[in-house]
């Protein structure tokens, strides 16, 4: 009998540790980020957006004194942006002959690239902080740190509006979804194709086409009691190659769920407009020719519900960063055999968020681990690596932020691609080289321009 009890008594504390550790897992998805005293740090020590405004003891990392807000002289909107530093040298070559003296600050994928690839490295310049934005998207920062909240299981967001919504985040989900919140600008558009690199060195392009985005959380001419919970329209309608000329994706995103995700797809076989859920998760991305993933796409695109996300921690990692030069380099000089040319993308030291993303419990996804690293200032996805289901390293993606001071923001989901450590294909996203215009401002776009109507009309036009 007193055996029994015992049994039994484990068994209750081994489900009740179980309990507790699932728990632990969650979001505190009803409690508000931080206390008005926390908040107040953004306005002392942690800039408007919550990165620590001091730079670090070795001086490596200056501190961030408003970003850079001011276009360069005789610019004009869509202009390729110039590089703001052009007489910046690197102070540090990093390459496989001396990474393991500073593994500490390099990226899992980065790593595995240096030792793939004897000839890739990169090249470190001077820290530049130049992320910035206007001012009312700072005040909206302020107020949402004491009054967002996560729903949904950690997949949405409640009472935040116009800002990042928890600049001095908790846990992952919180950090995650200050990416997908990042500020980079209201209305606007941008030509792009799509450049792959086959294992063997061939290079071709994927796709072309241009890209129009409304941030409508950001609008400052709407107002919170109005806004309809989506977040963002973006619009991809394809031009190049012939074979895909008239394609068309649309995605509505929601804060939550009273804002369900809306994605809808034109093939012109099919000469329709239908709903796309296939159009994310781990579905292989046709417009990379399938060396990516849906939910790759701007660095995460789509639902997170898949993993469950871990904060790690912040740190200070070498991540590509003021790459207006490479945006203006040739096609044929920057993407290259194996990688891209490192002698055309900038690395930076910053201070990065570390999220850890792991299959959640029952579900099912390609990638069974990834790690996100976010900027402190941009709270954008710069890197981020994922692992197979072997446990083994697979793919690495980046991003190649540009600097644009005329919105002023620095743009991460611009520019962007990744590498397939296993075959050694690797695909460069939303690249401008060579096009005439880079991201230029609109003005307010009407909802319509986003809708699934209008797709079917410029489709058969």
């Known amino acids: 009998m007193q055996k029994r009890h015992l049994l039994q008594a484990g068994l209750a504390t081994a489900s009740a540790l179980s309990a507790i550790a699932a728990l632990a897992a969650l979001p505190l998805a009803a409690q508000a980020a931080v206390s008005a005293e926390e908040a107040a740090k953004l306005k002392t020590t942690l800039t408007p957006m919550g990165a620590e405004k001091a730079g670090n003891k070795e001086g490596t990392i200056p501190p961030w004194e408003g970003g850079l807000t001011k276009a360069p002289a005789g610019y004009k909107n869509g202009d390729p942006r110039p590089d703001p530093f052009p007489n910046d040298k690197p102070v540090l070559t990093i390459n496989a002959k001396n990474m393991d003296q500073h593994a500490a600050k390099l990226s899992d994928g980065v ?29 909206n920062t302020f107020r949402n740190a004491t009054r967002a909240k996560l729903v949904d299981n950690g997949q949405g967001i409640e009472g935040a509006f116009g800002g990042i919504p928890f600049p001095i985040p908790k846990d992952g989900y919180e950090a995650i979804l200050n990416h997908r919140l990042a500020w980079k600008g209201v209305n606007w558009t941008t030509p792009l194709r799509v450049w792959v690199m086959t294992a063997d060195g061939k290079r071709s392009m994927a796709s072309g086409g241009t890209q129009t985005f409304r941030n409508v959380y ?86 997170i519900d898949k993993h469950e996300l871990k904060l790690v921690g912040k740190k200070e990692m070498y991540i590509p960063y003021n790459n207006n030069r490479a945006a203006s380099a040739k096609v044929a000089d920057l993407v290259t055999p194996k990688t891209l040319n490192p002698g055309l993308v900038r690395w930076e030291l910053h201070r990065v968020w570390e999220v850890e993303a792991t299959l959640a419990a029952g579900k099912r996804h390609v990638a069974a681990k990834r790690k996100y690293y976010i900027d ?81 009309n410029e489709s058969t036009r």
């Open 376 to 456: 402190e200032d941009s709270w954008q996805i710069i890197l981020f690596d994922g692992w197979d289901a072997k446990g083994e390293l697979w793919r690495t993606n980046f991003t190649l932020t540009l600097t644009a001071p005329d919105i002023p923001a620095v743009i991460g989901n611009l520019f962007w691609g990744g590498y397939d450590l296993q075959t050694g294909a690797y695909y460069l996203n939303m690249a401008t080289n060579e096009l005439p215009v880079q991201v230029k401002v609109l003005p307010t776009l009407p909802r319509s321009f986003f809708s699934p109507e209008e797709l079917a």
């Open 111 to 139: 790593k595995a690239l240096m030792k793939k690839y004897p000839d890739f490295r990169i090249e470190v310049y001077p820290t530049r902080r130049t992320a910035a934005a206007p001012q009312y998207v700072y005040d």
């Open 218 to 303: 950001y609008d400052p001419d709407v107002k919170p009691e109005s806004f309809d919970g989506y977040y963002t329209l973006g619009k991809f309608a394809v031009s190049e190659p012939g074979s895909k000329a008239g394609e068309a994706i649309l995605a509505h995103d929601g804060l939550n769920a009273s804002a369900p995700r809306g994605l809808w797809q034109y093939l012109v076989g099919q000469r329709r407009v239908r709903k796309a859920p296939s159009v994310g998760y781990d579905t292989p991305d046709a417009v990379t020719s399938g060396i990516g993933l849906f939910d790759e796409a701007f660095n995460l695109f789509g639902p």
